[in-house]
């Protein structure tokens, strides 16, 4: 692949939860978004489509939706600030199949008073499912907010509840 800089190259997977929008530099996936995410951008007139650049990204997540792969290997350039990269390094962390709260995972970044931080950080997270910020749950074990939707969150815990042992 030969990225042209500043040029954003993009792909869409059909999965169970719906088109997933992936978006890339030519290098690193830069951004996974789900349907009616607030957050999800629109394809831009000068964007590229180029599902070669992401063959491996698109590989992984339809054997992961397949219950056959439980982490992923892939660049990821998702951007945003020092902290909120903390958090979604931590994200990476959970184990498939499990869940943390947002003060579980302040106490793991060494910041026990910065769960609405972790929280919000976790809600700006822009590689949904690959960086399983899905996985992150309220102290009260309620499944909270999730940017793609609190039915999506839903299935992706039930998914991983169920392809645990394989």
């Known amino acids: 692949m030969h990225p042209q800089t500043g040029t954003v190259y993009y792909t869409e997977l059909d999965s169970p939860i719906g088109t997933l929008l992936i978006t890339g530099d030519g290098v690193a996936i830069t951004g996974l978004h789900m349907e009616q995410q607030a957050t ?13 650049c992401f063959r491996e990204a698109l590989e992984q997540l339809t054997a992961y939706f397949r219950g056959e792969r ?3 290997d892939l660049p990821l350039a998702g ?11 931590a994200l990476q962390e959970i184990p498939y199949g499990q869940t943390q709260t947002y ?19 976790n809600g700006r997270n822009p590689i949904g499912i690959i ?3 899905h996985r992150v749950i309220g102290a ?7 940017a ?6 839903q299935w992706l815990l039930a998914h991983e509840q169920a392809h645990m042992d394989r």
Request: overall charge positive; proline content about 3%.
């Open 79 to 89: 951007a945003g600030t020092r902290f909120q990269k903390t958090v979604w390094a």
């Open 148 to 153: 793609g939707g609190v039915e999506r969150k």
């Open 140 to 146: 009260n074990g309620s499944l909270t907010g999730y």
């Open 70 to 72: 439980q982490q992923f």
């Open 131 to 133: 960086v399983p910020c």
């Open 40 to 52: 999800r951008p629109t394809i831009g007139d000068d964007w590229l489509r180029d599902d070669q």
């Open 103 to 121: 003060g579980q995972l302040a106490r793991r970044i060494g910041n026990q008073n910065a769960s609405r931080a972790v929280g919000l950080a």
